[in-house]
């Protein structure tokens, strides 16, 4: 079965609702074993950033939140940071949407990723 996300969405689709299958197989994506798909997942999660519900955009900012506490790669990382704060232009994802971001050691990260985390917990 052919990938129903597509890899990028045209402008003039952007306000359609997001189906189900296709928010599923993001969820998926974002979960993925592999650094490169949860990258790939992250960046396809802000193709649709307004077309999300309130609901779905604060789901996908819980997940991308623990995703980010618990990533290795370097790379993976940035990808989800930079989809939260995508998300976050929706209006609907809050802090604690985000608490996640807490549990990241920042000590060891590059400044940029320390920089995305910080603006993200304070609001």
């Known amino acids: 079965m052919a990938n129903p996300i597509p890899t990028s969405v045209p402008a003039q689709e952007s306000e359609a609702p ?24 992250a960046d396809r999660a802000t193709d649709w950033i307004s077309s999300y519900a309130p609901s779905e955009a ?24 930079h989809a939260i704060i995508e998300l976050t232009s929706s209006g609907h994802v809050q802090v604690q949407h985000l608490a996640h971001l807490n549990e990241i050691d920042c000590s060891q990260l590059p400044v940029e990723l320390r920089e995305y985390i910080g603006d993200l917990l304070e609001g």
Not at 19 to 30: G, P, V
Request: hydrophobic fraction near 45%; proline fraction near 2%; glycine fraction near 2%.
């Open 18 to 41: 997001v189906h189900a299958s296709q928010f599923m197989e993001l969820l998926r994506q974002l979960a993925d074993t592999d650094p490169r798909e949860r990258e790939r997942g």
């Open 58 to 81: 604060t789901v996908l900012a819980t997940i991308l939140s623990v995703s980010a506490a618990c990533e290795q790669n370097e790379v993976a990382l940035e990808a989800q940071l």
